[in-house]
């Protein structure tokens, strides 16, 4: 069974410019959640998706927003980027949304130059 | 604004060595899972633990969920070098989605 897979895995943006990550999750999930990871912030949650629809967000300004397609495969993208945006970028997906086991995918390292 | 506080932030021991990591908070979770990460990869999952007072054991790997599901532990016996990455814990306020809170983690190094 094919993992989490997260495109691409490293890219390199300049400051203002826009950035959409991509996210392929398990066979048969139909959830699928964003993480950045920080050393400084560690992992924050950003938002959650179940059967095209946004469940949950986190605390992140409008710049950051997602969506969910109908084969659950979903995007991420970071409008007008700032510094501090530089970040992995970690998408999990699972089964259903009772909250118990996620897979997490190896993630997008993104650095704003 | 749920936290999960997680020390020590840095730990370094021989191989052979036991070593216990802490994951405190002032919230109650319903769940409390522990993950690891090597570099370059995602956290796997190691352990969900669900019910206060739980105590979980994967091999030299033991964990515990505090009584009132506000604090888990993981302690590992006889550390190997196969043991060093970063120790996550991360809690689910039962909400329906998946919006864990996660520890800033505990970077584990063992040397041989």
């Known amino acids: 069974k094919a993992g989490v897979t997260q495109t691409p895995r490293y890219l390199i943006k300049t400051r203002g410019q826009q950035v959409t990550l991509s996210c392929s999750p398990i066979?048969?999930?139909?959830?699928v959640s964003w993480y950045q990871q920080t050393p400084g912030q560690g992992l924050q949650f950003l938002f959650e998706y179940f059967s095209e629809t946004q469940r949950n967000k986190g605390n992140f300004p409008g710049r950051f927003s997602g969506r969910q397609f109908s084969n659950s495969r979903s995007e991420m993208n970071v409008s007008t980027l700032e510094l501090g945006d530089s970040a992995l970028y970690l998408c999990?997906?699972?089964?259903?949304?009772?909250?118990?086991?996620?897979?997490f995918g190896e993630g997008s390292w993104l650095t704003v130059v | 604004t749920q936290l999960l506080e997680q020390s020590p932030q840095f730990l370094s021991i021989q191989e052979g060595e036991n070593l216990t990591v802490y994951c405190n908070s002032s919230s109650v979770f319903s769940s409390l899972q522990w993950y690891r990460q090597e570099p370059g990869e995602g956290p796997v999952l190691l352990v969900t633990?669900?019910?206060?007072?739980e105590v979980k054991k994967l091999k030299r790997l033991t964990f515990q969920f505090g009584d009132a599901r506000k604090d888990s532990s993981l302690h590992i016996t006889a550390a190997q070098t196969g043991d060093t990455g970063l120790y996550l814990c991360a809690g689910d306020n039962g909400a329906g989605s998946y919006q864990l809170t996660f520890g800033k983690g505990t970077k584990l190094s063992v040397i041989p």
């Open positions: 066979s048969g999930h139909r959830s």
């Open positions: 633990v669900v019910t206060g007072g």
């Open positions: 999990a997906s699972s089964p259903d949304s009772s909250g118990n086991t996620i897979y």
